[in-house]
């Protein structure tokens, strides 16, 4: 059986509007499998241009491909105002194309140009590929350790 051919997409990165979230929701879930119980719904909907200013979309053949949830957040200590990350996802169908490369670099460059010093995620320790990916766009591992108490 000869192997697929698939076409690179030209990628068009954006910053996220209201009008985006069916399209984001969609990606989560096939990403996820999924559909979460507590969305992003009202984070997109209620705060774009607040609390979610730094988010992006991909766009690649007329459709949303990936999104970069992320917004200002005080975290750390000492505390410090930061762009944290709330969710990465690209399209299983648009994968291997640097989408998501193209969204961390268009995060990265808007918090440079809002004076804030850092980014920061939260990534699951047993996640090795998505930190190899934040490590690859040099991000280290920071000094703080998540604590939960399940209630």
Same mark, same amino acid.
């Given at each position: 059986?000869?192997?697929?051919?698939?076409?690179?997409?030209?990628?068009?990165? /954006?910053?996220?509007?209201?009008?985006?979230?069916?399209?984001?929701? =969609?990606?989560?879930?096939?990403?996820?499998?999924? /559909?979460?119980?507590?969305?992003?719904?009202?984070?997109?909907? *209620?705060?774009?241009?607040?609390?979610? +200013?730094?988010? $992006?979309?991909?766009? =690649?053949?007329?459709?949303?491909? *990936? $999104?970069?949830?992320? /917004?200002?957040?005080?975290?750390?200590?000492?505390? =410090?105002?930061?762009?944290?990350?709330?969710?990465?996802?690209?399209?299983? +169908?648009?994968?291997?194309? *640097?989408?998501?490369?193209?969204?961390?670099?268009?995060?990265?460059?808007?918090?440079?140009?809002?004076?804030?010093?850092?980014? /920061?995620?939260?990534?699951?320790?047993? +996640?090795?590929?998505?930190? =190899?990916? $934040?490590?690859?766009?040099?991000?280290?591992?920071?000094?703080?350790?998540?604590?939960?108490?399940?209630?």
């Amino acid at each position: 059986m000869p192997a697929i051919e698939r076409k690179e997409s030209k990628v068009r990165i /954006r910053p996220m509007e209201p009008e985006d979230i069916d399209a984001v929701l =969609a990606i989560d879930k096939k990403i996820s499998g999924v /559909r979460r119980a507590v969305t992003y719904t009202d984070l997109i909907t *209620g705060d774009l241009g607040g609390v979610l +200013d730094l988010s $992006f979309v991909a766009e =690649a053949d007329g459709h949303i491909a *990936g $999104f970069i949830l992320a /917004r200002r957040a005080y975290v750390g200590e000492p505390v =410090a105002e930061v762009g944290l990350v709330q969710i990465l996802g690209v399209d299983p +169908d648009y994968g291997r194309q *640097g989408i998501a490369t193209k969204l961390v670099e268009a995060l990265l460059e808007s918090v440079q140009s809002e004076n804030l010093k850092a980014v /920061r995620i939260m990534i699951k320790e047993r +996640d090795s590929q998505l930190q =190899a990916f $934040f490590a690859h766009m040099g991000f280290k591992r920071g000094q703080l350790i998540d604590y939960t108490k399940t209630l």
